[in-house]
């Protein structure tokens, strides 16, 4: 390849040894969240934060996600310290817990429904590293150790290393047809209206290029808890990029993602 753009994550420090830079490690930080139900969402409409740690970073937070349930966390576990990174789940959980009753005393711990956990690219510069690498000669360059906020931030950091390669000498040709907008695959929706709550799944359609099957999958919910449409699941799958696994669909249209779990009463989007 004539350039490289290193955003390896966890393992961008082997891919910056292939060439023989060992300028940086990855030791990655545990983070861990507990998501309680929308019946909690009420309690704050605030982000919250505790004060800032000096090493681990902004803390565990109390927030509501844009869907309205409550969220706590992240916890800040570094993988090389086995008392952090062996925690069991019933420590990891009560350490949230505690940490966020000092934000909000009042909500109910027996409404979370699951928990996630994920490993931030940490690096030992202690920051992000979007520059070309002294061993690639302006054609290889690092977009590692991109820890939080890296999702906030990607956008502006997609823009940093097109302007590194132009400088490396690849030629940047922007294309005429792009278009930056993309049309949202999951409807706002107020309440139950317009909506039928009948056996999740069931297809009658003869023709699915019918104005009327539209009208009906546009109204069939698939997933009970998220209000997610039959329409809605064509729709990401027609999308350019291959929808493949369960877990895409649920990335892309909420599918599964209440608080049933993808229950088979609840759920069939297969």
């Known amino acids: 390849a004539r350039f490289v753009v290193n955003a390896a994550g966890g393992y961008a420090d082997k891919i910056a040894k292939m060439i023989g830079d060992e300028s940086f490690e990855i030791k990655p930080r545990l983070g861990d969240y507990l998501l309680l139900n929308r019946n909690q969402g009420y309690l704050t409409k605030h982000t919250l934060f505790p004060c800032p740690d000096p090493v ?11 869907w309205g349930n409550l969220i706590l966390g992240p916890t800040a ?24 009753r000092r934000l909000v005393p009042y909500f109910d711990p027996r409404e979370t429904f ?16 979007v520059e070309p690498s002294d061993m690639g000669d302006g054609r290889f360059v690092h977009a590692a150790g991109i820890d939080s906020p890296g999702l906030a931030g990607s956008p502006a950091i997609a823009v940093d290393v097109v302007e590194l390669l132009k400088k490396g000498g690849l030629d940047c040709v922007e294309d005429p047809g792009f278009n930056p907008n993309r049309a949202p695959i999951v409807t706002p929706k107020r309440g139950m209206r317009g909506l039928r709550m009948g056996p999740v799944g069931k ?21 009970k808890c998220e209000k997610v ?41 297969e």
Request: glycine share 8%; aromatic share 4%.
């Open 56 to 66: 681990l970073g902004k803390g565990v937070l109390v927030q509501t996600t844009l």
């Open 77 to 100: 576990r570094d993988t090389y310290k086995p008392e952090a990174r062996d925690m069991s789940d019933a420590s990891v959980q009560e350490y949230i817990l505690s940490k966020c």
């Open 114 to 129: 699951h928990a996630f956990c994920g490993a931030r690219a940490k690096s030992t510069r202690g920051d992000w590293i």
């Open 203 to 223: 297809n009658d359609a003869k023709n699915p290029s019918d104005a009327s099957d539209e009208k009906r999958m546009a109204s069939n919910v698939v997933c």
């Open 229 to 269: 449409t039959e329409m809605e699941i064509v729709r990401a799958c027609r999308r350019s990029l291959p929808v493949d696994s369960t877990q895409a669909m649920r990335k892309r249209t909420r599918a599964g993602m209440g608080h049933c779990q993808g229950d088979g009463e609840n759920y069939d989007c």
